[in-house]
Nanobody, 123 residues
Framework: VQLVESGGGLVQAGSSTTLSCAAS??????MGWYRQGPGEDRELVAL???????HYADSVKGRFTISRDIAKRTIYLQMNHLRPEDTAMYYC????????????????????WGQGTQVTVAS
């Protein structure tokens, strides 16, 4: 499975932008977005299972929306009210795994990665 991201770039704080990730195959399983800021660990931002089951990091809840167009084999990340701390390289990921234990869902990154797209939020 190949993943190709688009979107991102330099944006102003408070503005919006949308990332896209097109997959080469329909068999991608759960898909999501990770990000890695300067000097930080990579973190899961959002994921989507099927067409409508979603999960978000607390830091982006209410601001970011992940969606999926199955026919186009594409997922999107609509990012609103952007903050300087959202500055990071954003990576599309496919075939994420989910497990349920200790009363909550846990997610593990999938096998397939895009090349990444930079989002820089200027204050």
């Amino acid at each position: 499975v190949q993943l190709v991201e688009s979107g991102g770039g330099l944006v102003q704080a408070g503005s919006s932008t949308t990332l896209s990730c097109a997959a080469s195959s329909l068999n991608t399983g759960a898909m999501g977005w990770y990000r890695q800021g300067p000097g930080e660990d990579r973190e899961l931002v959002a994921l989507i299972i099927g067409s409508d089951k979603t999960h978000y990091a607390d830091s982006v809840k209410g601001r970011f929306t992940i969606s999926r167009d199955i026919a186009k084999r594409t997922i999107y990340l609509q990012m609103n009210h952007l903050r300087p701390e959202d500055t990071a390289m954003y990576y599309c990921n496919a075939d994420l795994q989910q497990t349920y234990y200790s009363g909550t869902w846990h997610y593990t990154e999938g096998r397939y990665w895009g090349q990444g797209t930079q989002v820089t939020v200027a204050s």
